[in-house]
């Protein structure tokens, strides 16, 4: 009687395991989770762990530190100022001293550490990346892609055109998934507050 009951129960018992198991992995899989949170498989992160740091890697390839992030004078020149991590030209830095007529009709200038620009569109000063109110904090992707592939400031028809050096025509080249990489990278990093100058107009067209 024993025997007969342990013959019976334990292979029911190991296909109700295994239907109760294969149910689980069916609801929890890593193929309708991310379906669910509408985030791509891992393998779409091209070998980086996540979004952020697949984004993260494009920013650095991409030179968005060189312009975007101010710098600290060293023995060695200027490097990366890291607790100011692509916040834009510092609103308190002093403007560069140079004859802007001249500079703006022969050829460009640039402050030493790249956030400001003077050439014939003007003055130029780097944009603040980081998601504070003064930089992308009310941005979304959409405005993000539409900004660098239409050269539009803030992302929103009817704004300004991106002036120069910023390379919007060869960054806004990059996929889809490759810009929202790069969105939510940005939007993951330290908000710095910094309201960056307004572009002057060349000097040729106030005077
Ligand atoms: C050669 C310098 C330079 C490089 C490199 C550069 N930028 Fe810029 N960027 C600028 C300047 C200057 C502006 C401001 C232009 C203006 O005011 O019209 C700007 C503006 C922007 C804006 C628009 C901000 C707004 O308020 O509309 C975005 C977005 C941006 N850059 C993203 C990037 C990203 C992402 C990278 C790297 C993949 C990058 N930039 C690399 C110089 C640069």
Redesign the pocket.
């Known amino acids: 009687m024993k025997n007969q009951f342990s013959q019976i129960v334990i292979p029911a018992l190991f296909i109700g395991l295994s239907i109760l198991t294969q149910c689980h992995e069916k609801s929890t899989g890593s193929e309708t989770m991310h379906a669910m949170a509408n985030i791509p498989p891992k393998e779409d992160f091209h070998g980086f762990e996540s979004q952020v740091a697949w984004g993260e890697h494009?920013?650095i390839i991409?030179?968005?530190h060189?312009?975007?992030t101010p710098k600290k004078m060293t023995a060695r020149g200027p490097v990366l100022d890291t607790a100011r991590f692509l916040s834009g030209h510092p609103s308190d830095m002093p403007r560069i001293e140079i004859d802007r007529k001249d500079v703006e009709s022969k050829g460009l200038a640039v402050a030493m550490d790249?956030t400001e620009?003077v050439g014939p569109w003007g003055v130029?000063?780097?944009?603040n990346?980081t998601p504070d109110p003064t930089g992308?904090a009310s941005w979304d992707e959409a405005q993000?892609i539409y900004?660098?592939r239409n050269g539009i400031?803030?992302?929103i028809p009817g704004?300004?055109?991106?002036?120069?050096?910023?390379?919007?025509e060869m960054?806004g080249q990059m996929t889809d998934s490759e810009l929202k990489a790069?969105f939510a990278y940005?939007k993951s990093i330290k908000p710095v507050s910094n309201l960056v100058p307004m572009?002057l107009p060349p000097t040729s067209a106030v005077n």
């Open positions: 494009l920013v991409g030179g968005c060189d312009c975007h790249l620009w130029s000063f780097t944009a990346l992308i993000f900004c660098l400031t803030k992302g704004s300004r055109q991106i002036l120069p050096p910023m390379p919007f960054i790069v940005l572009p």
